[in-house]
Structure formats: structure tokens, C-alpha cells
């Protein structure tokens, strides 16, 4: 029987959510670089930077069609330590990259690694809780994780002010193998060996089929998608948008963090909140939020220019302060129907909310490479328009399953 229950629980929350910050690392570290790095790789055109963090969430996103099967059959632990192998080949590939094609396959490459600790983590959060527990503590592993895009910029800026941005791959590296000796010294296995899936050629089909049985599963997914989306554009095009079109260089890694402390903050509320209010009720309130903040924008500054910086940053707050409620709670409902195939499950819907993902973001990522920061909330508007009507359609088929089923 392999151990349900680690010693202390606030361990296993800061060990997943190391996990998962490695990716986060990963990306935020680089923003500051972009510029530097485009000029060394030969990018002439200054859009294409975005590139060297979207394609990374490509990786992150189809990884686990690999990792998520083979965690079911073989367990969570070695398909962590398997992506953390190929995580440090990527990343030699991005620092000894001579072209924007070579750094783009290193950085899906680098998200291809990374999906394993990321999905799995989330494969064993399941394994170990369920419901709004699950969700209670996603939060606060979120939170957690969240410290990461917090410092990550700065740290970047630092380390290319002293030294250039090949040392951020090489802090990357050893933060990787740090976790990956935390890991290993004190995470039990949490997947029974009685609850273990074959591994056979039809497994993944079979998972899929499996999945879209359940219309919740696939609902919230999409949802995701659409936030995720959304959200990314700003990821990618913040450098952009605060060191180009409001020429604060100096000042971007504290606005960035500054930025994720209220997504922060929303996740850690998130915590306490889920057991009183329910996922689903928060994830109806955050999105109404979502919403309503991007369009309150779009009508105050139509066919304007970008209002004063601190303007912008009161949205910015207020939609990622919606997005805090909204990441662990659209996770949670997505897993809860098929804890009994997590694996397989995380990584299929990793993979939708991806593939909507990457191409929403890098569409809208080209209207805002402009000079204004508008086409960015049109995109917040027309997703959150878009997934409450997901939600919507959703809550209208659980009320005619309830009907149903109580007439029968």
C-alpha cells in the first residue's frame, strides 16, 4: 500500500508548488531579456519576441499527451524526473541557440520537460484530495507558486545587468535540480498500484473517449482556454506594453510583480472562500468580474490613446485580481469528475486549454504590439464574453440532468 498521507501538509503544498514554479521561472525570468535576446539570435521583427514565450506554453501544453498517459501506468514520481531530463537538454539548446528557430524548438522543448512536474503535480494533488478540498489546496499552492512571477523579473533584470541572459537559463538549471533532490528525498508516491492503468497502445484514445463523457470536464476546460488565452497575451506583450509604449524599462520587473501580487492576493482569499461559497459560485462572481472590468475599459477609452500608467495598472489589478479566483477553481471542477484517470485527464485538458490558448494569444498579441494597449481588453471581453456563456449552458445542463433524474 503506498503512503496516502505525507508528514505535513504545508510541505507538500510548497513541494508542488515548486514543481509547478519551475515553468513559471522559466518564463517570467525572460521577459526582461527579450529585447537582448532578439538582437544576439538576429530578430528583426520585435513581434516575434513574443514568440519566445508563447511557443513555451506550446510545450507545456503537449507534453503532457506523453507524461499524463505514462504517470497512470507507471506511476507519478520517475515521469516528474523523466521531464526534468529533458527540461536541462532544452535549455542547453536555448543558450547555445545562433537563431530565432533553434531557440523557439528549445523553448517548446523546455515547456515539453516542464509539463511533466506540472501536470503530475496536479495529478497528485487529486490522488490525495477531491472537491472543494482539492480546491483549497490548489489555492494555496497557487499561492505559493505565484512568489515566483512575483520575483522572477527582477531576478532577470539582475542577472542580466551583472551578466548576460544565457546566466538566467544556468539559475534555471540549478533551481530545477535543487527541487528535483527536494523531490525525491521527501514526496511519496501517491498513485496505489491497484489504481495503475495498463500502458497500452489504445490508452490515450481510451482516456479521451473516457473524458468527454463528462460535459463539466470539457465545459471548464474551455473556459480555461479562454482565460488562459487572454491572460497569456498580456504575459507576452507586457514587456511591450510598459518598456515600448510607456518607456518604463527600469520600472517593469516591480510593475510586474506588483502585478501578480493581486492575483496573488484574489488566490489566497480564493483558499478560505471555496469552502463556504462552492468553486463553481466563485468561479460565476470572478468571471461577471472579468468581464465587466474589460468592457467598463473599452467604453471609457474608445478610439483614445493609453491612459496614464496608473489607470492602466487599476485594471490591470482588478482583471487579474478576477483571474486569482479563477485558475484553481476552473482546475478543480475540470478534475473532479475523472479522479480515476487524473493523469490522462490533466493532460488532455492541459492540451485543449493550450491549443485555444497559444493561437488566441498570438493573435491578439499582434494588434498590441502597436501602440496601444486597447486590442488587449477587447480580447479580455470577448473571452470572458465567450466562457459565461460556456458557464452559462453549463449550469442550464446540470439543471435539466437534476430535473431528470428526479423525475425518474
Same mark, same amino acid.
Request: hydrophobic share 55%.
Given at each position: 500500500?503506498?503512503?496516502?498521507?505525507?508528514?505535513?501538509?504545508?510541505?507538500?503544498?510548497?513541494?508542488?508548488?515548486?514543481?509547478?514554479?519551475?515553468?513559471?521561472?522559466?518564463?517570467?525570468?525572460?521577459?526582461?531579456?527579450?529585447?537582448?535576446?532578439?538582437?544576439?539570435?538576429?530578430?528583426?521583427?520585435?513581434?516575434?519576441?513574443?514568440?519566445?514565450?508563447?511557443?513555451?506554453?506550446?510545450?507545456?501544453?503537449?507534453?503532457?499527451?506523453?507524461?499524463?498517459?505514462?504517470?497512470?501506468?507507471?506511476?507519478?514520481?520517475?515521469?516528474?524526473?523523466?521531464?526534468?531530463?529533458?527540461?536541462?537538454?532544452?535549455?542547453?539548446?536555448?543558450?547555445?541557440?545562433?537563431?530565432?528557430?533553434?531557440?523557439?524548438?528549445?523553448?517548446?522543448?523546455?515547456?515539453?520537460?516542464?509539463?511533466?512536474?506540472?501536470?503530475?503535480?496536479?495529478?497528485?494533488?487529486?490522488?490525495?484530495?477531491?472537491?472543494?478540498?482539492?480546491?483549497?489546496?490548489?489555492?494555496?499552492?497557487?499561492?505559493?507558486?505565484?512568489?515566483?512571477?512575483?520575483?522572477?523579473?527582477?531576478?532577470?533584470?539582475?542577472?542580466?545587468?551583472?551578466?548576460?541572459?544565457?546566466?538566467?537559463?544556468?539559475?534555471?538549471?540549478?533551481?530545477?535540480?535543487?527541487?528535483?533532490?527536494?523531490?525525491?528525498?521527501?514526496?511519496?508516491?501517491?498513485?496505489?498500484?491497484?489504481?495503475?492503468?495498463?500502458?497500452?497502445?489504445?490508452?490515450?484514445?481510451?482516456?479521451?473517449?473516457?473524458?468527454?463523457?463528462?460535459?463539466?470536464?470539457?465545459?471548464?476546460?474551455?473556459?480555461?482556454?479562454?482565460?488562459?488565452?487572454?491572460?497569456? %497575451?498580456?504575459?507576452?506583450?507586457?514587456?511591450?506594453?510598459?518598456?515600448?509604449?510607456?518607456?518604463?524599462?527600469?520600472?517593469?520587473?516591480?510593475?510586474?510583480?506588483?502585478?501578480?501580487?493581486?492575483?496573488?492576493?484574489?488566490?489566497?482569499?480564493?483558499?478560505?472562500?471555496?469552502?463556504?461559497?462552492?468553486?463553481?459560485?466563485?468561479?460565476?462572481?470572478?468571471?461577471?468580474?472579468?468581464?465587466?472590468?474589460?468592457?467598463?475599459?473599452?467604453?471609457?477609452?474608445?478610439?483614445?490613446?493609453?491612459?496614464?500608467?496608473?489607470?492602466?495598472?487599476?485594471?490591470?489589478?482588478?482583471?487579474?485580481?478576477?483571474?486569482?479566483?479563477?485558475?484553481?477553481?476552473?482546475?478543480?471542477?475540470?478534475?473532479?469528475? %475523472?479522479?480515476?484517470?487524473?493523469?490522462?485527464?490533466?493532460?488532455?485538458?492541459?492540451?485543449?486549454?493550450?491549443?485555444?490558448?497559444?493561437?488566441?494569444?498570438?493573435?491578439?498579441?499582434?494588434?498590441?504590439?502597436?501602440?496601444?494597449?486597447?486590442?488587449?481588453?477587447?480580447?479580455?471581453?470577448?473571452?470572458?464574453?465567450?466562457?459565461?456563456?460556456?458557464? %452559462?449552458?453549463?449550469?442550464?445542463?446540470?439543471?435539466?440532468?437534476?430535473?431528470?433524474?428526479?423525475?425518474?
Amino acid at each position: 500500500m503506498i503512503q496516502k498521507r505525507i508528514p505535513s501538509q504545508f510541505e507538500f503544498i510548497a513541494l508542488m508548488a515548486s514543481l509547478m514554479s519551475i515553468a513559471a521561472l522559466a518564463i517570467d525570468a525572460l521577459l526582461p531579456a527579450l529585447d537582448l535576446i532578439g538582437i544576439d539570435i538576429g530578430i528583426t521583427n520585435t513581434a516575434n519576441n513574443q514568440l519566445l514565450i508563447t511557443m513555451m506554453f506550446l510545450g507545456l501544453g503537449t507534453g503532457p499527451l506523453l507524461f499524463g498517459p505514462l504517470s497512470d501506468s507507471l506511476g507519478r514520481k520517475p515521469i516528474v524526473f523523466m521531464g526534468f531530463f529533458v527540461f536541462i537538454i532544452a535549455s542547453i539548446i536555448c543558450v547555445k541557440a545562433p537563431n530565432l528557430e533553434v531557440m523557439i524548438m528549445g523553448r517548446i522543448l523546455q515547456g515539453v520537460g516542464l509539463s511533466a512536474p506540472r501536470t503530475i503535480s496536479i495529478a497528485m494533488v487529486r490522488d490525495l484530495y477531491r472537491g472543494d478540498h482539492m480546491a483549497r489546496i490548489m489555492s494555496f499552492i497557487t499561492v505559493v507558486f505565484l512568489l515566483v512571477p512575483i520575483v522572477a523579473p527582477a531576478m532577470g533584470q539582475m542577472v542580466i545587468d551583472s551578466y548576460n541572459w544565457q546566466a538566467i537559463f544556468y539559475i534555471q538549471l540549478l533551481f530545477t535540480l535543487l527541487v528535483c533532490l527536494w523531490f525525491w528525498k521527501r514526496q511519496p508516491e501517491t498513485l496505489e498500484y491497484d489504481k495503475r492503468t495498463p500502458l497500452k497502445m489504445n490508452l490515450f484514445s481510451r482516456g479521451t473517449r473516457e473524458l468527454f463523457k463528462y460535459p463539466r470536464t470539457i465545459g471548464f476546460t474551455l473556459i480555461s482556454g479562454f482565460i488562459t488565452g487572454s491572460f497569456l %497575451v498580456y504575459l507576452s506583450a507586457s514587456q511591450h506594453i510598459f518598456q515600448e509604449q510607456y518607456g518604463l524599462k527600469e520600472e517593469f520587473p516591480y510593475i510586474f510583480a506588483a502585478l501578480a501580487i493581486s492575483i496573488g492576493l484574489a488566490t489566497f482569499m480564493n483558499g478560505s472562500l471555496v469552502l463556504r461559497l462552492g468553486m463553481e459560485r466563485l468561479v460565476t462572481i470572478a468571471l461577471g468580474g472579468y468581464f465587466i472590468f474589460s468592457a467598463t475599459y473599452l467604453l471609457l477609452f474608445f478610439a483614445a490613446p493609453n491612459p496614464p500608467v496608473v489607470v492602466l495598472l487599476v485594471f490591470f489589478a482588478l482583471q487579474f485580481f478576477s483571474v486569482g479566483f479563477l485558475f484553481g477553481n476552473l482546475r478543480a471542477l475540470a478534475m473532479e469528475p %475523472v479522479g480515476h484517470i487524473a493523469g490522462i485527464a490533466a493532460a488532455i485538458t492541459g492540451l485543449i486549454s493550450t491549443l485555444m490558448a497559444v493561437p488566441i494569444s498570438t493573435f491578439i498579441g499582434r494588434f498590441v504590439s502597436g501602440a496601444r494597449v486597447y486590442p488587449l481588453f477587447i480580447g479580455f471581453t470577448v473571452c470572458a464574453f465567450l466562457s459565461i456563456c460556456i458557464l %452559462v449552458y453549463l449550469k442550464t445542463y446540470g439543471f435539466r440532468l437534476k430535473r431528470m433524474r428526479s423525475r425518474n
